[in-house]
């Protein structure tokens, strides 16, 4: 090993005694700020019992001697300190000393043999560990003795230390007893020092709590916050001290405190308000001025504080949701001469009107207001909502009910009394604290071995469910059996571990990442658990674990640690998807790509496409879900939500263009690992419906479609739905066809022209655009016609064709000729009916329905010439 002549800070004084040298030091830690020094010692471990600072794999092997020196020995062991933020630090400087105590012929003494080495390790930015060095064993001159000796290790740590999960780690990477090496293999370390340069900080602003009015002979309970913002939704945790206004704060008028809460009391003999202040602090405030929140209300600037010589004291002890408690309720009033207070009355039954509400930190972002019940009943959970109860009031002028409330936080039991003049308030504050924590994992494995259906991948993404629950009974073991979750728990700083299920023995017990969560209200409808978190962690092992949530005290309340079910099975987190290809509408009419008729079925000229690929809770790509056996997305997975009108175009009744769309499955490849190709069904049917309010100016289609279902068959879900919009580069228009009537002689067949028209400027104009409607006359009937004293049958022709530029082009449906005598004079006319495609019908007979256009054709009627229009007989 090699000594380090820098950064040496530990006097070393070593004792020899049983053949272990042990150095006289500290292990303290030194967080530097400007012009402020903030030294903690490392509460490290007592005896062989793990203090709150470290964590050890195997806690036989860590320990403090009454020197204060870490000891890891006999075997291997991991010692990982505290979290800690250095997330804006400008720099963070590590040092510390190790000590190897005597050893003789690798046999005799306390010293680590050769591989015994010790590593130290640092917790990196992205999760990993990284060494800083090692320091190794060996059996000193000659390998035959070695005194013993010391080392510093002092350096500036690179800049992926500097995040809000820093952590330190000694390794000792073997060791263990044998025949003659009674006395065990053993490194020191001690005087561990992490000075780091941070920003300096201090809170928005104070604010107080309390209620009002106070009562001169007694103390009022006031509560003080540290407000690390505006609004004072969060607190200034660091340590801070003030100095308050006016005088009588119980303890004095400068308080010290952490954790952004301090609860204090202030007396006040005279019935007058009085006015609360922050005069100064240490550090200053950054924000705005002092804030009061009086009797659960909004917090303002106005801080006074009422005292009267009568009223209500109100105690209620603190306890955990839903196991009842005892309060009290004392009428007294001022004792003129001894300024204490005794009984406003006694052995009288009142009628006193009760109401919680709620006290910062926990009146803000609380989920749900559960009324607190009194006697069996529950009361208001507001001074608006407050219920009347009849109280009795013994010899004391105490009245004693018995209290519960099912949720968590800090609230607040008022009591007012008004009769004949006689007004009389008070109010008492308590604790409702969860019983327990109820943790699962999002990734069970009933076997807890290597039998377990799923594969685990070490670092992948996976979730912990963590509710804090109330009371069930006293003797409750399971906390995840049958206990009510607590809403309105919010807690800052849960820890988080694992402890290998499988393999075992394990060398290592996994690392969670990150090391701590910060617990927030919640509301689970409809499970109605309440309180549940959702934690995304990552397992830096292999194997089987058990997942570990410590709590820190809740409102001064241990809580303690709880476990989940051995879990190990993970999945892609969810899917993303892009549209490569909004797509594109195909026109009725290739020819002439302008038009489609309204409520004319419309397919895909190019499908839409997309690209939908698997993801980590991280949002990166999970490469080997596209393998076979991986991959459980398949097209019936795949649901796109079809318009059902258009975002444009509104109807003659001022509704939207309605639209039905009918849609199949469609086609999903891989495109590449963890990605899919997902292309609609090119057959879908997209149509306007076509009613009486669809008689409308033409327009272009404007359609939205949502990708917003992706699920395989393990539940992996769609992140966020994606909105498309497809092309069409043509217009909608209502559209009819027109059979033209015709008349002629009866001894030659008779052509009725067809033609197509749409609605345009208020009219019908011809649909010159039109080169694909089909026309024969297999459509059309004729009715037959009599001319006395014969009933003469014609027939139609076969005759059939396509229309061009919105017309028949001279061409149409053939009547042949009713005479088969030529030079017989015969008149008559014959009704023709055309079966046209629905969306070329029209209420040509404006009877309110649509039908098939029709003609007549009147035969043995001279023409006469095409230019005359009218013609008359003069005598």
């Given at each position: 090993m090699k000594k380090s002549s820098t950064g040496e800070n530990c006097a070393k004084s070593p004792i020899f005694s049983f053949g272990v040298l042990m150095p006289l030091c500290v292990v303290l830690l030194s967080v530097s700020m400007p012009g402020q020094a903030l030294l903690q010692n490392l509460n490290l471990l007592q005896g062989a019992t793990m203090g709150v600072d470290w964590i050890a794999s195997v806690p036989s092997r860590a320990e403090i001697n009454g020197l204060n020196e870490l000891r890891i020995h006999n075997g291997y062991v991991e010692v990982e300190s505290q979290q800690y933020d250095f997330a804006n630090a400008n720099s963070v400087d590590l040092s510390f000393d190790v000590t190897v105590p005597f050893n003789l012929l690798g046999l005799i003494g306390s010293a680590p043999n050769p591989g015994e080495n010790l590593r130290v390790d640092y917790r990196a930015d992205d999760g990993s560990w990284k060494t800083l060095n090692t320091f190794v064993a060996n059996n000193g001159f000659l390998g035959l003795i070695s005194l013993g000796n010391w080392f510093t290790y002092s350096a500036s740590l690179p800049t992926d230390a500097y995040h809000d999960s820093f952590q330190i780690r000694y390794v000792m990477l073997g060791g263990g007893y044998s025949l003659f090496d009674l006395l065990g293999d053993n490194w020191y370390v001690s005087n561990i020092n992490i000075a780091a340069d941070l920003v300096p900080t201090g809170p928005d602003h104070y604010q107080f709590v309390y209620a009002s009015p106070a009562l001169t002979c007694s103390p009022q309970p006031v509560t003080l916050q540290a407000c690390a913002d505006a609004s004072c939704s969060s607190l200034y945790t660091d340590p801070v001290t003030v100095q308050l206004s006016p005088s009588g704060w119980v303890g004095g008028s400068t308080v010290s405190f952490n954790g952004g809460t301090a609860s204090l009391s202030l007396s006040h003999t005279t019935p007058e308000p009085v006015t609360l202040s922050v005069t100064s602090s240490l550090p200053a405030t950054i924000g705005g001025a002092t804030q009061c929140a009086i009797n659960g209300g909004a917090a303002s600037a106005a801080c006074s504080l009422f005292f009267a010589d009568s009223g209500f004291v109100v105690e209620v002890p603190d306890f955990p949701a839903r196991r009842a408690t005892s309060a009290q309720i004392k009428a007294v009033k001022k004792d003129d001469a001894t300024q204490k207070c005794v009984p406003a009355f006694a052995n009288v039954t009142r009628s006193v009107m009760l109401w919680s509400d709620y006290l910062p930190p926990d009146d803000s972002g609380r989920v749900v207001n559960w009324n607190v019940d009194v006697d069996g009943s529950a009361i208001g959970n507001s001074v608006s909502g407050a219920v009347a109860r009849s109280l009795n009031f013994d010899g004391d002028g105490v009245a004693t009910l018995a209290l519960n409330y099912a949720d968590v936080g800090n609230t607040r039991l008022s009591a007012v009394y008004n009769d004949s003049g006689l007004v009389m308030s008070g109010s008492g504050d308590f604790v409702a604290y969860p019983a327990g924590l109820c943790v699962t994992s999002?990734?069970?494995?009933?076997?807890?071995?290597?039998?377990?259906?799923?594969?685990?991948?070490?670092?992948?993404?996976?979730?912990?469910?963590?509710?804090?629950?109330?009371?069930?009974?006293?003797?409750?073991?399971?906390?995840?059996?049958?206990?009510?979750?607590?809403?309105?728990?919010?807690?800052?700083?849960?820890?988080?571990?694992?402890?290998?299920?499988?393999?075992?023995?394990?060398?290592?017990?996994?690392?969670?990442?990150?090391?701590?969560?910060?617990?927030?209200?919640?509301?689970?409808?409809?499970?109605?658990?309440?309180?549940?978190?959702?934690?995304?962690?990552?397992?830096?092992?292999?194997?089987?674990?058990?997942?570990?949530?410590?709590?820190?005290?809740?409102?001064?309340?241990?809580?303690?640690?709880?476990?989940?079910?051995?879990?190990?099975?993970?999945?892609?987190?969810?899917?993303?998807?892009?549209?490569?290809?909004?797509?594109?509408?195909?026109?009725?009419?290739?020819?002439s790509d302008a038009y489609a008729y309204i409520g004319e079925p419309v397919h895909w000229f190019v499908a839409p496409e997309f690209e939908i690929t698997a993801r980590n809770l991280a949002g990166s790509t999970t490469l080997n879900y596209t393998a076979d056996a991986y991959r459980k997305l398949t097209n019936a997975g795949v649901s796109v939500t079809s318009p059902s009108e258009d975002d444009a175009k509104v109807n003659t009744a001022g509704a939207a263009m309605p639209v039905s769309v009918d849609a199949s499955a469609g086609i999903l490849n891989v495109s590449a690992p963890g990605v899919m190709q997902y292309i609609m069904d090119p057959s879908d049917e997209i149509t306007y419906a076509r009613t009486a309010d669809s008689e409308v100016e033409p327009f272009t289609p404007a359609l939205t479609y949502a990708l917003d279902t992706v699920t395989d068959s393990d539940g992996v879900t769609l992140s966020a739905s994606q909105t498309f919009n497809p092309a069409s580069g043509f217009e909608m228009r209502y559209g009819r066809m027109w059979l033209e009537n015709n008349h002629g002689s009866s001894t030659i067949d008779m052509v009725l022209p067809l033609r197509t028209e749409y609605f345009s400027g208020g009219r019908y104009i011809l649909n010159d655009d039109d080169y694909c409607t089909a026309w024969s006359s297999a459509d059309a009937t004729v009715d037959p016609f009599t001319v006395s004293p014969v009933t003469w049958i014609t027939n139609l022709l076969a005759s059939s064709g396509m229309l061009s530029a919105g017309t028949s082009s001279g061409s149409g449906l053939i009547l042949q000729s009713p005479l088969t005598v030529l030079g017989y004079k015969f008149t008559g006319t014959a009704k023709i009916n055309y079966d046209a495609p629905a969306w070329l019908q029209f209420d040509y007979d404006s009877n309110g329905s649509e039908e098939d256009p029709g003609a007549e054709a009147a035969f043995g009627v001279a023409r006469g010439h095409e230019r005359i229009i009218f013609t008359r007989e003069i005598r």
């Amino acid at each position: 090993m090699k000594k380090s002549s820098t950064g040496e800070n530990c006097a070393k004084s070593p004792i020899f005694s049983f053949g272990v040298l042990m150095p006289l030091c500290v292990v303290l830690l030194s967080v530097s700020m400007p012009g402020q020094a903030l030294l903690q010692n490392l509460n490290l471990l007592q005896g062989a019992t793990m203090g709150v600072d470290w964590i050890a794999s195997v806690p036989s092997r860590a320990e403090i001697n009454g020197l204060n020196e870490l000891r890891i020995h006999n075997g291997y062991v991991e010692v990982e300190s505290q979290q800690y933020d250095f997330a804006n630090a400008n720099s963070v400087d590590l040092s510390f000393d190790v000590t190897v105590p005597f050893n003789l012929l690798g046999l005799i003494g306390s010293a680590p043999n050769p591989g015994e080495n010790l590593r130290v390790d640092y917790r990196a930015d992205d999760g990993s560990w990284k060494t800083l060095n090692t320091f190794v064993a060996n059996n000193g001159f000659l390998g035959l003795i070695s005194l013993g000796n010391w080392f510093t290790y002092s350096a500036s740590l690179p800049t992926d230390a500097y995040h809000d999960s820093f952590q330190i780690r000694y390794v000792m990477l073997g060791g263990g007893y044998s025949l003659f090496d009674l006395l065990g293999d053993n490194w020191y370390v001690s005087n561990i020092n992490i000075a780091a340069d941070l920003v300096p900080t201090g809170p928005d602003h104070y604010q107080f709590v309390y209620a009002s009015p106070a009562l001169t002979c007694s103390p009022q309970p006031v509560t003080l916050q540290a407000c690390a913002d505006a609004s004072c939704s969060s607190l200034y945790t660091d340590p801070v001290t003030v100095q308050l206004s006016p005088s009588g704060w119980v303890g004095g008028s400068t308080v010290s405190f952490n954790g952004g809460t301090a609860s204090l009391s202030l007396s006040h003999t005279t019935p007058e308000p009085v006015t609360l202040s922050v005069t100064s602090s240490l550090p200053a405030t950054i924000g705005g001025a002092t804030q009061c929140a009086i009797n659960g209300g909004a917090a303002s600037a106005a801080c006074s504080l009422f005292f009267a010589d009568s009223g209500f004291v109100v105690e209620v002890p603190d306890f955990p949701a839903r196991r009842a408690t005892s309060a009290q309720i004392k009428a007294v009033k001022k004792d003129d001469a001894t300024q204490k207070c005794v009984p406003a009355f006694a052995n009288v039954t009142r009628s006193v009107m009760l109401w919680s509400d709620y006290l910062p930190p926990d009146d803000s972002g609380r989920v749900v207001n559960w009324n607190v019940d009194v006697d069996g009943s529950a009361i208001g959970n507001s001074v608006s909502g407050a219920v009347a109860r009849s109280l009795n009031f013994d010899g004391d002028g105490v009245a004693t009910l018995a209290l519960n409330y099912a949720d968590v936080g800090n609230t607040r039991l008022s009591a007012v009394y008004n009769d004949s003049g006689l007004v009389m308030s008070g109010s008492g504050d308590f604790v409702a604290y969860p019983a327990g924590l109820c943790v699962t994992s999002s990734v069970a494995c009933t076997d807890a071995d290597e039998t377990c259906p799923a594969a685990v991948k070490a670092g992948a993404p996976f979730t912990l469910d963590v509710t804090a629950v109330a009371w069930e009974s006293d003797t409750d073991t399971d906390f995840c059996a049958g206990n009510s979750g607590t809403p309105s728990y919010r807690e800052n700083g849960l820890t988080l571990s694992s402890v290998a299920v499988s393999p075992a023995p394990a060398n290592s017990d996994g690392t969670v990442f990150p090391v701590s969560y910060d617990h927030s209200p919640a509301w689970d409808a409809p499970s109605s658990t309440g309180g549940r978190n959702t934690v995304s962690v990552t397992e830096s092992d292999v194997g089987v674990f058990r997942f570990d949530v410590t709590a820190p005290a809740y409102r001064g309340y241990a809580l303690g640690t709880y476990s989940s079910a051995p879990g190990g099975r993970f999945y892609p987190d969810h899917f993303t998807a892009t549209v490569v290809d909004q797509g594109t509408f195909a026109p009725t009419c290739a020819i002439s790509d302008a038009y489609a008729y309204i409520g004319e079925p419309v397919h895909w000229f190019v499908a839409p496409e997309f690209e939908i690929t698997a993801r980590n809770l991280a949002g990166s790509t999970t490469l080997n879900y596209t393998a076979d056996a991986y991959r459980k997305l398949t097209n019936a997975g795949v649901s796109v939500t079809s318009p059902s009108e258009d975002d444009a175009k509104v109807n003659t009744a001022g509704a939207a263009m309605p639209v039905s769309v009918d849609a199949s499955a469609g086609i999903l490849n891989v495109s590449a690992p963890g990605v899919m190709q997902y292309i609609m069904d090119p057959s879908d049917e997209i149509t306007y419906a076509r009613t009486a309010d669809s008689e409308v100016e033409p327009f272009t289609p404007a359609l939205t479609y949502a990708l917003d279902t992706v699920t395989d068959s393990d539940g992996v879900t769609l992140s966020a739905s994606q909105t498309f919009n497809p092309a069409s580069g043509f217009e909608m228009r209502y559209g009819r066809m027109w059979l033209e009537n015709n008349h002629g002689s009866s001894t030659i067949d008779m052509v009725l022209p067809l033609r197509t028209e749409y609605f345009s400027g208020g009219r019908y104009i011809l649909n010159d655009d039109d080169y694909c409607t089909a026309w024969s006359s297999a459509d059309a009937t004729v009715d037959p016609f009599t001319v006395s004293p014969v009933t003469w049958i014609t027939n139609l022709l076969a005759s059939s064709g396509m229309l061009s530029a919105g017309t028949s082009s001279g061409s149409g449906l053939i009547l042949q000729s009713p005479l088969t005598v030529l030079g017989y004079k015969f008149t008559g006319t014959a009704k023709i009916n055309y079966d046209a495609p629905a969306w070329l019908q029209f209420d040509y007979d404006s009877n309110g329905s649509e039908e098939d256009p029709g003609a007549e054709a009147a035969f043995g009627v001279a023409r006469g010439h095409e230019r005359i229009i009218f013609t008359r007989e003069i005598r």
